[in-house]
């Protein structure tokens, strides 16, 4: 029996880790900066505080895009 | 006059903490890296706290630039940091995987240790930050 391909795929897959590495993040980045504007929206004297702890929020989840993106590094 | 909040200070201090221990992680992986490899472990074991020492400091930096604007320019300060942030590591590592003078698990364990040492000072800083809820 003949195999046809009828469709075919090259590269490496290491892209997908990159993106999988900057999707996640990237969402929970997006998420915590929108609330803090939501909020800061609703209680503009809160803002100080609300900006402090948005930016320790985003300081943990980039973390993870930052360790993410470095993997080449031990499993290439 | 200019009055610097407490946040403002806050964050100063952070980015001063957060470079002290990067350098004393730098050292500490330098040394590592010259015994787990000579030739390539300190080169690696310096760019790869440098690199975590740059992109931590970006958010910060973002953060600090983006409170002096609008809520839509405090949003595009934030998020454009973030997304520039992540094309830029991508396009260093890049060009790093294939870098002969790359020891890879010396730069990656730098970097990993280095970003869990400066979530730490982070945390701690915010924990014991006294931030008014109202600043005049």
């Given at each position: 029996?003949?195999?046809?391909?009828?469709?075919?795929?090259?590269?490496?897959?290491?892209?997908?880790?990159?993106?999988?590495?900057?999707?996640?993040?990237?969402?929970?980045?997006?998420?915590?900066?929108?609330?803090?504007?939501?909020?800061?929206?609703?209680?503009?004297?809160?803002?100080?505080?609300?900006?402090?702890?948005?930016?320790?929020?985003?300081?943990?989840?980039?973390?993870?895009a930052l360790i993410g993106l470095a993997t080449p590094f031990i499993f290439a | 006059m200019t009055t610097t909040s407490s946040a403002d200070q806050l964050f100063i201090k952070v980015l001063a903490q957060g470079s002290?221990?990067?350098?004393?992680?730098?050292?500490?992986?330098?040394?590592?890296?010259?015994?787990?490899?000579?030739?390539?472990?300190?080169?690696?074991?310096?760019?790869?706290?440098?690199?975590?020492?740059?992109?931590?400091?970006?958010?910060?930096?973002?953060?600090?630039?983006?409170?002096?604007?609008?809520?839509?320019?405090?949003?595009?300060?934030?998020?454009?940091?973030?997304?520039?942030?992540?094309?830029?590591?991508?396009?260093?590592?890049?060009?790093?995987?294939?870098?002969?003078?790359?020891?890879?698990?010396?730069?990656?364990?730098?970097?990993?240790?280095?970003?869990?040492?400066?979530?730490?000072?982070?945390?701690?800083?915010?924990?014991?930050?006294?931030?008014?809820?109202?600043?005049?």
């Amino acid at each position: 029996m003949d195999i046809t391909n009828i469709a075919e795929l090259s590269g490496n897959i290491a892209v997908v880790g990159y993106g999988l590495a900057a999707i996640g993040p990237g969402i929970g980045v997006g998420l915590v900066v929108s609330k803090t504007i939501e909020a800061t929206a609703r209680q503009p004297e809160l803002a100080s505080k609300l900006q402090v702890t948005m930016w320790l929020g985003i300081a943990f989840t980039e973390a993870l895009a930052l360790i993410g993106l470095a993997t080449p590094f031990i499993f290439a | 006059m200019t009055t610097t909040s407490s946040a403002d200070q806050l964050f100063i201090k952070v980015l001063a903490q957060g470079s002290l221990l990067i350098g004393l992680i730098a050292t500490v992986g330098s040394v590592v890296g010259y015994f787990v490899d000579s030739e390539k472990g300190v080169p690696s074991a310096l760019i790869g706290a440098s690199l975590a020492l740059v992109f931590t400091s970006l958010t910060l930096a973002s953060v600090l630039i983006g409170r002096r604007l609008s809520l839509a320019g405090f949003f595009g300060a934030v998020m454009g940091g973030w997304l520039v942030k992540l094309i830029g590591f991508a396009f260093v590592v890049g060009f790093l995987a294939r870098a002969e003078f790359i020891n890879g698990p010396v730069l990656f364990f730098t970097l990993v240790a280095a970003i869990l040492g400066s979530l730490a000072i982070d945390t701690i800083a915010v924990l014991s930050a006294r931030i008014p809820v109202v600043e005049g």
